[in-house]
């Protein structure tokens, strides 16, 4: 109903009930035990909308590009298998995001938050090193 802004983070189960999606007992039996679709795409477009969904695309892309550019143009070693284990990372988060919503765990976040810097970090270090 609010495809632009979304229903707000943490209304997902709330709105599944409200509209009657998933009339049968297993599916409302689903809903009461899970809070979230199990993807971080479908949630970000559900509760934040095309704006949340974009965004989370950005979190993703950004630093992937930043590794993948890394990965191409620089000879050394070191650089490269660094750049390569930050665009793991990434290749990562984005696949699991299809069956859970790895963003959205405060854990999970921070790990993919820390090592993106870490890399990121490692990178500017050994590029002013070579």
């Given at each position: 109903?609010?495809?632009?802004?979304?229903?707000?983070?943490?209304?997902?189960r709330?709105?599944?009930?409200?509209?009657?999606?998933?009339?049968?007992?297993?599916?409302?039996?689903?809903?009461?035990?899970?809070?979230?679709?199990?993807s971080?795409?479908?949630?970000?477009?559900?509760?934040?909308?095309?704006?949340?969904?974009?965004?989370?695309?950005?979190?993703?892309?950004?630093?992937?590009?930043?590794?993948?550019?890394?990965?191409?143009?620089?000879?050394?070693?070191?650089?490269?298998?660094?750049?390569?284990?930050?665009?793991?990372?990434?290749?990562?988060?984005?696949?699991?995001?299809?069956?859970?919503?790895?963003?959205?765990?405060?854990?999970?976040?921070?790990?993919?938050?820390?090592?993106?810097?870490?890399?990121?970090?490692?990178?500017?270090?050994?590029?002013?090193?070579?």
């Amino acid at each position: 109903s609010k495809p632009i802004f979304g229903s707000g983070p943490g209304n997902f189960r709330s709105r599944m009930q409200e509209i009657g999606l998933g009339t049968s007992d297993k599916f409302n039996h689903d809903i009461q035990i899970h809070k979230n679709p199990h993807s971080l795409y479908f949630k970000a477009l559900a509760e934040r909308g095309v704006f949340g969904l974009v965004s989370t695309f950005l979190m993703l892309v950004l630093p992937g590009v930043l590794f993948l550019s890394h990965m191409g143009r620089m000879q050394s070693t070191n650089i490269r298998a660094i750049a390569l284990s930050g665009l793991l990372i990434v290749i990562i988060f984005s696949l699991g995001g299809l069956t859970i919503g790895s963003l959205h765990k405060t854990e999970l976040s921070i790990f993919y938050i820390f090592f993106s810097a870490l890399f990121f970090g490692l990178l500017l270090s050994e590029k002013s090193n070579a």
